[in-house]
């Protein structure tokens, strides 16, 4: 039984630091000839943390990605970048399904960096 918990607890702390690890919204501004790299970080964490993804769905996620990280590398006003995060939270959830949709939006951290949710606060 501890055995279990520890490694549950050991799970999760790594989802977390890796999830926290969001590009500043600066970063990509500075670097909009890397976003096939900030679109690979995204699917990679995704992949780690959700076996059951599809090779379909990556594919699609990182078109979707390539268009947020696109977007931020610009200069974008308080409703535009929400009405991008709002676009690709609707997306994602096309893309996974509701069931994987709604396992990935429990783990804040990643979610608020795959939807741009975390970009948001950075403003």
Request: proline letters at 1%; charged letters at 25%.
């Given at each position: ?117 975390a970009y948001l606060a950075q403003?």
């Open positions: 039984m501890r055995k279990t918990i520890l490694t549950f607890l050991f799970v999760t702390c790594c989802i977390s630091m890796n999830a926290q690890s969001t590009i500043d919204r600066a970063t990509i501004k500075s670097s909009p000839d890397q976003v096939a790299e900030f679109c690979m970080e995204d699917i990679k964490l995704l992949s780690e943390n959700f076996n059951q993804i599809t090779d379909k769905q990556v594919k699609a996620l990182y078109n979707l990605f390539e268009i947020k990280y696109t977007a931020l590398s610009k200069d974008l006003t308080e409703k535009e970048l929400t009405d991008l995060t709002n676009s690709i939270k609707e997306r994602t959830k096309i893309v996974l399904g509701d069931d994987l949709y709604i396992e990935v939006s429990q783990n804040q951290d990643l979610f608020y960096r795959i939807t741009g949710l403003e």
